[in-house]
């Protein structure tokens, strides 16, 4: 959220932050990197009793890599006053929904971590598609 108000406002004023825009990136990869090689030994020794959902966790955090780029997107298309931001948020929600009515029944927790992962790479490609309109 800091990410996308900083962008938004230095968008607004014609400021472009390229290089902030490359290490907010980095850092998520390293971040998501990091999260699935720890989270199995973490959650084994501290957590035990939720063994079974180290790979829906590290599904999860794969997430953040596209939910960065979300964030500089929406801060890109909201800097030049695009209506399309909000038609995002109507994609991700419907396809959350659909995914999790198809997948959640075939794979479970697994299905449901996909849903979510799926739906937010769905958005990033609106967002891409949306800002390349513009």
């Known amino acids: 959220m800091a990410l996308h108000s900083f962008l938004l406002s230095e968008k607004s004023r014609g400021i472009s932050h390229r290089t902030t825009i490359i290490l907010s990136i ?4 390293l971040i998501t990197v990091a999260i699935i090689f720890i989270s199995p030994y973490i959650i084994s020794i ?3 009793q939720y063994v079974d959902g180290i790979e829906s966790l590290q599904l999860l955090v794969i997430s953040l ?3 960065t780029i979300n964030v500089i997107l929406y801060s ?3 800097s030049k006053e695009s ?3 909000g038609f995002s948020g109507i994609i991700r929600i419907v ?3 659909g995914l999790i009515l198809f997948l959640s029944t075939s794979f479970g927790l697994f299905g449901l971590s996909l ?3 799926l739906s937010i790479i769905l958005t990033s490609i609106f967002l891409y598609y949306a800002y390349k309109k513009i």
């Open 83 to 85: 209506k399309l931001v």
């Open 65 to 67: 890599i596209p939910l």
């Open 46 to 48: 501290f957590f035990p």
């Open 115 to 117: 849903s979510v992962l």
């Open 26 to 29: 980095i850092v998520s990869i």
């Open 95 to 97: 396809s959350l929904l």
């Open 76 to 78: 890109e298309l909201q």
